[in-house]
């Protein structure tokens, strides 16, 4: 195609004939935009500056099939080590289907509704007519278009207007060895509305050691006062492909709360992007990677000020061994019109071997000039100051080092709002790094 | 207990300490003292074993062991305590658990069981008392927005949790207000036996007002230049370091 797009012909061929596919009435419209800009876009190559550090090439060039949905051998106990609480209302997917065996939304507090897509057309269909498309359109990036044309799978959400929840929804999408060498293009639309607040959990889940690509969009509107807690957990497979695009759009004094949690893949990308609309909004964007063998994970997150008196804040810690490559590109743009806007980025990388690497790239287009936007990246290793406080406390220099390790880590684990989720990661954070835990 | 012969010691190649003797025996206070400069801080950090600092020539006894030759984790795990100038923040890693592997890598070494987080509450409540520290300081992380008093006073308590047989206290007194500093003076009598010692580093006589040392040493240019008892102390309070420099000059 050209230096700045890479031709998937298979990839192409795939979403051509599910666009052509019979489809819902509300999704037709965006599978046709989807399969039509996939093929103007291709898959961007790593000329394109949003792209430079991670190449698709591997993803362009594969013969992925569509996932069979084939959900056996998957059980409550199979995804007990990824469901926070049993209690919560959860939605399973495993290898691109709904599994409403394994899914529960009996817990659904009053004025929340989470349903499959599939479901969601006819049910909640004025909502995805009003929204579907809007935040993330398909002619955005390949992988959106990619995600676009085949709309089918996912989940909608949506929480009425001054419906107060702090029970989060969880959605998981399982991948199993059933689904080696398939892909899934899950899309979740979310919807809060005014004065409303809601929690919400996507979770990638890789049970198997076999490749597969996971190209994920989740579309998010945070109305008027409302609040919307989401963290992202991608745990997937060792040998997957993983592509996650949020894109959320704020109202006037409404808060969107971000946590991406990335520990899974041999090569992903996290995009996390939202647009602050209205005036007196906050967006928190915090995130953890934690990465080692040959995996690279790459996170870009945009915040686009659009309105004047809004604040955003982003803490983004990585953790890498090995041979890992980790990539955080934090932009934040203040319009013009952005005046008064608050905006700090901080973002800390911890190598643990001498080939690990980071490419950290902060980037600030301020348009305003009564504004206060702040940036800084630290790379490092292990503090010696710490390690020798700690080794002059008689803790050994293993332990001590691998305290200091998970202390790095838990620092930004500390801003989960909810206590079992927080708990939880900090946990296996701490098995991760210390091989104990208590 | 602890026997420093002639030690001399160097940071990036720069000696610092130039031929240090002291005697320090079970039951004793010490009180090294000096101007900025004079290799105090070094010589507490040569002897909790800073890797920064190398000992070029000389050497250190410790219950007649070479302290030199022993990582700094086992020096501490074999009683030697370092109260640091400045405490150092630990973010993530509550004080409760830093707490407690530290006890733990103690007993680890004296061949103890290792204790379980609620036995270990019940063990630190008596001592949080002896610094007079809030119960909630144990949960939030190692020294991270403390106040310079509260930092010292957690030095104090880590001291009295994991009762050192040699406790060095780095300029202990410095940034401390006047009840700070009685508190943590209190924290450190009340913790003297007659089988433990201390050195006490200080600029300022002040805190010798609260711990009264057996003998103070005058440390400048790297070499003790005089030692004597508490009235030394008292004299440089009143005269400054000048005179003795001169004199040894």
């Known amino acids: 195609m050209s230096t700045i797009a890479l031709a998937a012909p298979a990839l192409l061929e795939q979403a051509t004939a599910a666009a052509a596919a019979d489809a819902p009435e509300v999704l037709r419209a965006e599978r046709a935009a989807g399969a039509r800009e996939f093929r103007a876009l291709g898959l961007p190559t790593t000329k394109v500056e949003d792209w430079h550090y991670t190449s698709v090439s591997s993803i362009a060039d594969a013969k992925f099939e569509r996932m069979s949905g084939d959900a056996a051998g998957v059980t409550a106990e199979t995804l007990a080590p990824y469901v926070f609480s049993a209690s919560w209302p959860t939605l399973v997917f495993v290898n691109g289907s709904y599994a409403p065996a394994l899914s529960s939304t009996s817990a659904l507090p009053a004025g929340v509704q989470v349903m499959p897509l599939a479901q969601a057309v006819t049910q909640l269909g004025d909502v995805i007519t009003r929204h579907l498309g809007t935040m993330a359109p398909a002619s955005r990036d390949g992988f959106t278009a990619l995600n676009a044309s085949f709309l089918g799978e996912g989940a909608v959400m949506h929480v009425a207007k001054e419906m107060v929840t702090d029970v989060p929804v969880h959605v998981l999408f399982v991948t199993t060895d059933a689904g080696a060498g398939g892909m899934q293009h899950p899309r979740l639309l979310v919807v809060v509305e005014r004065h409303a607040k809601a929690v919400l959990i996507e979770s990638w889940i890789g049970l198997t050691e076999q490749p597969y690509f996971s190209n994920g969009v989740a579309e998010i509107v945070v109305e008027d006062g409302a609040t919307l807690h989401h963290l992202k957990v991608q745990r997937e497979g060792r040998q997957a492909s993983h592509v996650g695009t949020i894109e959320a759009r704020q109202g006037r004094d409404s808060h969107y709360v971000s946590f991406a949690y990335t520990t899974g893949a041999k090569l992903s990308r996290t995009n996390i992007y939202t647009v602050l609309d209205g005036e007196g909004c906050g967006t928190t964007l915090n995130g953890l990677t934690m990465l080692d063998g040959s995996q690279h994970g790459d996170v870009q997150t945009r915040i686009e000020h659009a309105k004047p008196n809004c604040f955003s804040r982003q803490i983004y810690k990585s953790v890498l061994d090995d041979t890992a490559h980790g990539v955080f590109n934090g932009k934040v743009y203040v319009q013009a019109i952005a005046q008064k806007t608050d905006g700090k980025q901080t973002n800390n990388t911890l190598l643990l071997s001498k080939t690990a690497q980071v490419d950290a790239k902060p980037q600030l287009e301020i348009y305003a000039d009564d504004v206060r936007c702040t940036h800084g990246a630290t790379v490092g290793q292990i503090d010696q100051t710490a390690l020798f406080y700690m080794k002059s406390r008689g803790i050994d220099n293993e332990r001590a080092r691998q305290l200091l390790t998970y202390a790095f880590a838990a620092e930004v684990l500390e801003t989960l709002e909810n206590e079992t989720i927080r708990v939880a990661l900090e946990r296996g954070t701490m098995r991760r790094f210390t091989a104990f835990v208590d | ?249």
């Open chain 2, 1 to 249: 207990m602890l026997e420093i012969r002639d030690l001399h010691a160097s940071v990036d190649g720069t000696p610092i300490l130039k031929g240090i003797t002291l005697s320090v025996k079970a039951g004793e206070v010490h009180a090294v003292m000096g101007p900025n400069g004079s290799g105090k801080s070094t010589l507490a950090q040569v002897l909790a074993g800073h890797p920064a600092y190398e000992i070029t020539s000389g050497e250190i006894l410790y219950k007649g062991e070479n302290l030199a030759e022993m990582e700094a984790e086992h020096r501490a795990q074999q009683g030697v305590f370092l109260a640091f100038q400045y405490p150092v923040e630990i973010p993530g890693v509550s004080n409760a658990y830093f707490l407690r592997a530290a006890y733990n890598a103690k007993r680890k070494a004296e061949g103890l069981e290792e204790v379980d987080p609620m036995e270990f509450l019940d063990l630190v409540e008596e001592q949080l008392k002896l610094v007079d520290m809030d119960p909630a300081m144990l949960s939030r992380s190692v020294n991270a927005g403390f106040s310079g008093g509260e930092k010292k006073r957690n030095e104090i308590l880590q001291m009295a949790v994991l009762a050192p047989t040699l406790a060095i206290l780095d300029e202990t007194d410095s940034g401390l207000d006047i009840d700070a500093l009685r508190i943590v003076a209190n924290g450190v009598n009340a913790l003297r036996k007659p089988d433990n010692a201390t050195i006490v580093v200080t600029h300022y006589q002040r805190l010798l007002n609260y711990i009264v040392p057996d003998f103070v040493h005058v440390l400048a240019g790297g070499r003790i230049v005089k030692s004597g008892n508490k009235e030394l102390a008292l004299e440089l309070e009143a005269r400054g370091y000048d005179w003795l420099l001169e004199a040894v000059a």
